[in-house]
T-cell receptor, first 115, second 111 residues
Framework: AQKITQTQPGMFVQEKEAVTLDCTYDTSDQSYGLFWYKQPSSGEMIFLIYQGSYDEQNATEGRYSLNFQKARKSANLVISASQLGDSAMYFCAMRVPGTGNQFYFGTGTSLTVIP | KAGVTQTPRYLIKTRGQQVTLSCSPISGHRSVSWYQQTPGQGLQFLFEYFSETQRNKGNFPGRFSGRQFSNSRSEMNVSTLELGDSALYLC??????????FGSGTQLSVL
């Protein structure tokens, strides 16, 4: 079975500080993709960053980086230099080619950036 | 390219009614997926269509159905609405081995 677990329902971070959002996954497939999405209060899900299971380097996209630890099956999102606009829900997701490229989402983490 | 477009943005219905939601994918994307999002539940997968065929289906009752047209536009229908169907319904399109692009969603309230 495929599963994504996000254990932090809510997180707070001071503006300009870094924050790590946790994500663990479970799959028996060797090939998979890991994604992070941001959902502001407007509702639209915005893609942030992607990591392939065979990628040796951790993915980075601007202030976002993905701390990929394959042996521990974790894919934590690190946001550096937090901004007020980073306040949103964050979802970790996994795409598994072996299940028809279906996506599996975690329950999300609500991040609040404090001025 | 225009993004994923969902209509309507908000919808209010009463129990027992039916509702149809619409989704226009990004031009060139042949896959359209639907998700239900409720507070505390995260995103729950409803179904995915590719080239007018349903590829995957989540664990929802038969009251939830969908279809995809030849231009890749998709509709989702919920019949005999229940209070528990109140949710944000998100549509996403993609090429099959790529990331999902989401629309802004349809907020459905069932009274």
């Amino acid at each position: 079975a495929q599963k994504i677990t996000q254990t932090q329902p809510g997180m707070f971070v001071q503006e300009k500080e870094a924050v790590t959002l946790d994500c663990t996954y479970d799959t028996s497939d060797q090939s998979y993709g890991l994604f992070w999405y941001k959902q502001p209060s407007s509702g639209e899900m915005i893609f942030l960053i992607y990591q392939g299971s065979y990628d040796e380097q951790n993915a980075t996209e601007g202030r976002y980086s993905l701390n990929f630890q394959k042996a521990r099956k974790s894919a934590n999102l690190v946001i550096s230099a937090s901004q007020l606009g980073d306040s949103a829900m964050y979802f970790c997701a996994m795409r598994v080619p072996g299940t028809g490229n279906q996506f599996y989402f975690g329950t999300g983490t609500s991040l609040t950036v404090i001025p | 390219k225009a993004g994923v477009t969902q209509t309507p943005r908000y919808l209010i219905k009463t129990r027992g009614q039916q509702v149809t939601l619409s989704c226009s994918p990004i031009s060139g994307h042949r896959s359209v997926s639907w998700y239900q999002q409720t507070p505390g539940q995260g995103l729950q997968f409803l179904f995915e269509y590719f080239s007018e065929t349903q590829r995957n289906k989540g664990n929802f009752p038969g009251r939830f159905s969908g279809r995809q047209f030849s231009n890749s536009r998709s509709e989702m229908n919920v019949s005999t609405l229940e209070l528990g169907d109140s949710a944000l319904y998100l549509c996403a399109s993609r090429e099959l081995n790529e990331k999902l692009f989401f629309g802004s969603g349809t907020q459905l309230s069932v009274l």
